[in-house]
């Protein structure tokens, strides 16, 4: 890995410095989804199963995986990894449920009480990638908040095996939430399926997961189509940035590095640093530990797309980050909690020595299922709020609309919304004139 001095580049070096790696692709994948997803929702379950024998390599004739199955695979779990999975759970469900929103209702003027109502989304779908890995913690991250939030209908889609079977621990995981309906479909056509509904896989009103460029463009043309569902988010290929001062530890902040770079080809990971001997230690460490690692060939294609950045202090450190807006951020920093107020943009923030991004991926209670390519600056990651919907409600009594209707045919008039206005100043004659009759 090249080590760049901030200092030394100009505007556009430092735009391609910090440019994610999916973009260049771009063109390609946009129309590759448009006709997976014109297949899918022309073609149906059809498309499905052939999409899935050409992409994934496997041939799938049911769709969707019978509970009993769902059930067998968890019994037949490593007793290990199944404790992992309701341990991780649990942390998981007392971090969501801490931060659940609740209704209110104040009175704004005399006779007139406003209500905000949270009610859970009614059909979810939900996303769970296994293409070089299967990932049963993003059941847990998406499973948990849509149980807590009491969604009534949630389908999740995940990729099979080359036997036509799914994970058994992404199943473990899904029966840990009380998910019944799984099927076996992943990548876009998964996304598609959710979204337009087939004769197998139902209609939901929003989609949630991560995944590779193809699903992240895949949930984005969905959405914006007329009448499609709603989205998490942008939650594409994973991304990490290490902010680190001289006192860091090279190894582990390489680890933290690598442990990103794995995910796959197009994920992206970035060093910002003070300290140029830092930064050459970490590269060189970044050399050696990858020679360690089993997925050593994913991990060095995203590390193309990588970057080593020497900046002229800290605080530079902190404005370039805060203009990536990562999707994680580690604070590799002494005294690293009192720097977490220059945050101002990241999905999920990682303090200090001892808190690597893995415990956030798995098992801290926090949600994995974060904004990526930027989206943190306009955006956080899962929680149970974003399986629910949130109304409001309003009731004026007669000395209410009294009180406050005069502040309605003032504002619609001035607007020339008549209508508007007369449906107020009708009702304010009814009050009158029941205010003088004998």
Not at 43 to 67: I, K, N
Not at 131 to 140: E, F, H, R, V
Not at 390 to 400: I, K
């Amino acid at each position: 890995m090249n080590v760049l001095t901030w200092s030394e580049l100009e505007d556009t070096a430092r735009e391609e410095a910090l440019r994610r790696g999916t973009a260049a692709a771009g063109a390609e994948v946009t129309a590759g989804v448009a006709d997976i997803l014109r297949r899918v929702r022309t073609e149906g379950d059809t498309a499905l199963r052939e999409l899935t024998a050409r992409l994934d390599g496997a041939e799938v004739e049911t769709l969707e995986v019978p509970v009993a199955d769902r059930d067998a695979a968890v019994a037949g779990l490593d007793p290990v990894l199944r404790e992992a999975i309701t341990e991780a759970a649990g942390r998981i469900r007392v971090f969501h449920e801490a931060g659940m929103q609740q209704g209110y209702a104040v009175e704004t003027a005399p006779g007139v009480e406003c209500r905000r109502v949270v009610r859970p989304v009614r059909r979810v779908g939900l996303y769970v990638p296994a293409g070089s890995a299967p990932l049963p913690s993003t059941a847990l991250m998406l499973g948990v908040p849509a149980q807590l939030a009491g969604c009534p209908e949630v389908v999740l889609c995940t990729p099979p095996r080359p036997d036509g079977t799914a994970d058994p621990a992404v199943l473990a995981a899904a029966a840990e939430c009380g998910i019944t309906r799984i099927f076996l479909v992943g990548g876009a056509q998964a996304v598609a399926a959710m979204a337009y509904g087939t004769a197998s896989v139902p209609r939901v009103d929003k989609i949630f997961g991560p995944g590779n460029a193809w699903v992240t463009e895949a949930k984005r043309q969905v959405s914006t189509a007329e009448g499609g569902p709603g989205i998490d988010m942008p939650a594409g290929p994973s991304e990490v940035l290490v902010v680190a001062d001289a006192g860091a530890d090279a190894e582990f902040v390489a680890a933290d590095l690598l442990s990103q770079a794995e995910h796959g080809p197009d994920s992206q990971v970035v060093l910002l640093t003070d300290d140029r001997g830092l930064a050459e230690r970490v590269a060189e460490e970044v050399e050696r530990q990858v020679e360690t690692l089993p997925r050593a060939d994913i991990a060095r294609k995203a590390l193309a797309a990588s970057r080593l950045i020497v900046t002229p202090d800290l605080d530079t450190a902190f404005e370039v980050s805060n203009d990536y807006a990562p999707e994680h951020l580690i604070l590799a920093l002494r005294d690293a909690a009192s720097w977490v107020d220059r945050v101002d943009r990241a999905g999920s923030v990682f303090i200090g020595d001892h808190t690597p991004e893995t415990l956030g991926d798995y098992c801290s209670g926090t949600n994995h299922v974060l904004p990526t390519a930027g989206a943190a600056r306009f955006t956080g990651g899962v929680n149970v709020a974003s399986f629910q919907v949130a109304m409001t409600v309003q009731q004026a009594t007669p000395a209410g609309l009294a009180a406050v209707g005069p502040c309605a045919v003032t504002l619609s008039g001035a607007e020339q919304l008549h209508a508007h206005q007369r449906a107020v100043t009708r009702r304010l004659a009814r009050i009158d004139a029941a205010a003088v009759a004998p």
